[in-house]
């Protein structure tokens, strides 16, 4: 069974600075896709980014991106110039392709203060 | 396109009643799959539907089934409800298998159970 792990339940950041999301995951598998989903105060959860394990190369996606460290089973998330919208639930999802199943984490609690 | 909508979207019932969601996904996508999301488990996985079949199913008694329709809309019911079944209840669409796409996910339909 897969296990998603993010030790942060809370962070928070001054706007315009950078603040980075800490998940580790543990799985026997070789082919899977790791994702970083924001869940604002709304509710509707939506895709950050995402990262295929087979590329060795991080994902990027404008001021979001992640260090993925495949050996340690770490997939963290920067976020650089933070900004007031950012303010969410960030949870880290794990998604064997084989099984088709995804693990999320618990979260982490992002603030950004003006 | 229009989003992924989810009816009702707040819900309260008594213990051992029955209860129906629906999840309309973005059109022309064809998987649906169903998240419950609690403060105390986290973000749970329940089952996906790709082409009316069940294709991945989570940890979750029999009292939570699904189903999906040919024109990919999905329902999700919960037999004998029970005071710890109340919950964000989430459905997310992709165009394909869970596994290999994006997923979208809808705002969700809040579940309290008296």
């Known amino acids: 069974a897969q296990t998603v792990t993010q030790s942060q339940p809370e962070m928070s950041v001054q706007e315009a600075e950078t603040v980075t999301l800490s998940c580790t995951y543990d799985t026997s598998e070789n082919n899977y896709y790791l994702f970083w989903y924001k869940q604002p105060p709304s509710r509707q959860m939506i895709l950050v980014i995402r990262?295929?394990?087979?590329?060795?190369q991080n994902a990027t996606e404008n001021r979001f991106s992640v260090n993925f460290q495949k050996a340690a089973k770490s997939f963290s998330l920067k976020i650089s110039d933070s900004q007031l919208g950012d303010t969410a639930m960030y949870f880290c999802?794990?998604?064997?392709?084989?099984?088709?199943?995804?693990?999320f984490g618990d979260g982490t609690t992002l603030t950004v203060k003006p | 396109k229009a989003g992924v909508t989810q009816t009702p979207r707040y819900l309260i019932k008594t213990r051992g009643q029955q209860v129906t969601l629906s999840c309309s996904p973005i059109s022309g996508h064809r998987s649906v799959s169903w998240y419950q999301q609690t403060p105390g488990q986290g973000l749970q996985f329940l089952f996906e539907?790709?082409?009316?079949?069940?294709?991945n199913k989570g940890n979750f008694p029999g009292r939570f089934s699904g189903r999906q329709f040919s024109n990919s809309r999905s329902e999700m019911n919960v037999s004998t409800l029970e005071l710890g079944d109340s919950a964000l209840y989430l459905c997310?669409?992709?165009?394909?298998?869970?596994?290999?796409?994006?997923?979208?996910f809808g705002p969700g339909t809040r579940l309290t159970v008296l």
């Open positions: 990262q295929e394990a087979y590329k060795q």
């Open positions: 999802a794990f998604v064997n392709t084989n099984a088709g199943k995804s693990t």
């Open positions: 539907y790709f082409s009316e079949t069940q294709r």
């Open positions: 997310a669409s992709s165009t394909g298998l869970a596994g290999h796409n994006e997923q979208f």
